[in-house]
T-cell receptor, first 112, second 113 residues
Framework: DTAVSQTPKYLVTQMGNDKSIKCEQNLGHDTMYWYKQDSKKFLKIMFSYNNKELIINETVPNRFSPKSPDKAHLNLHINSLELGDSAVYFC???????????FGQGTRLTVV | AQSVTQPDIHITVSEGASLELRCNYSYGATPYLFWYVQSPGQGLQLLLKYFSGDTLVQGIKGFEAEFKRSQSSFNLRKPSVHWSDAAEYFCAVGQTSYDKVIFGPGTSLSVIP
């Protein structure tokens, strides 16, 4: 009965490919996020999204795009993958008060 | 500029010993403060948070943290460490909107049996 679930857990792909990572939360939260954790474990927010507003971290390349079919889902689509995109990507969600974030288990993306 | 520092990249303690993980921040206003734990291969789990009130905050798994405004610190403590506490610990600061939360670089904790 996972609160925030991501698929796949591992993803290995070649440079130049397009891939998607899916995220679903069953907490009834309004806002969802994507984070990137690099090889040094540094966590950086990429996007936050609720049903009204998408906030993009300006440092995120436009090859990355979040897609939300409904309030419980926020998928991450990545075009033209590069070696530097290799990282662990975490999905998270918060309630309206944003007093706590619940994280998924992460997707380890390896670009070869 | 807003920032979070965790001076210790890696700490090793013996099981049963006490633990203190340091966190210092630079923030324009009184921040919201969080400690998260990441076990190997897992997502982040909230240990505790401070928004206002009592500066000593109790969390899950026997952890506590103390907010010291004068030192811009929010150090995490546990009186007796268990082997299962071995993980990566992240301090985070933010304000009302979570998309403005900044994570520190993390401290990796190893526990010797």
């Amino acid at each position: 009965d996972t609160a925030v679930s991501q698929t796949p857990k591992y993803l290995v792909t070649q440079m130049g490919n397009d891939k998607s990572i899916k995220c679903e939360q069953n907490l009834g939260h309004d806002t969802m996020y994507w984070y990137k954790q690099d090889s040094k474990k540094f966590l950086k927010i990429m996007f936050s999204y609720n049903n009204k507003e998408l906030i993009i971290n300006e440092t995120v390349p436009n090859r990355f795009s979040p897609k939300s079919p409904d309030k419980a889902h926020l998928n991450l689509h990545i075009n033209s993958l590069e070696l530097g995109d290799s990282a662990v990507y975490f999905c998270a969600s918060t309630n309206t008060q944003a007093t706590e974030a619940f994280f998924g288990q992460g997707t380890r993306l390896t670009v070869v | 500029a807003q920032s979070v520092t965790q001076p210790d990249i890696h700490i090793t303690v013996s099981e049963g010993a006490s633990l203190e993980l340091r966190c210092n921040y630079s923030y324009g206003a009184t921040p919201y403060l969080f400690w998260y734990v990441q076990s190997p291969g897992q997502g982040l789990q909230l240990l505790l948070k401070y928004f206002s009130g009592d500066t000593l905050v109790q969390g899950i798994k026997g952890f506590e943290a103390e907010f010291k405004r004068s030192q811009s610190s929010f150090n995490l403590r546990k009186p007796s460490v268990h082997w299962s506490d071995a993980a990566e610990y992240f301090c985070a600061v933010g304000q009302t909107s979570y998309d403005k939360v900044i994570f520190g670089p993390g401290t990796s904790l190893s526990v010797i049996p």
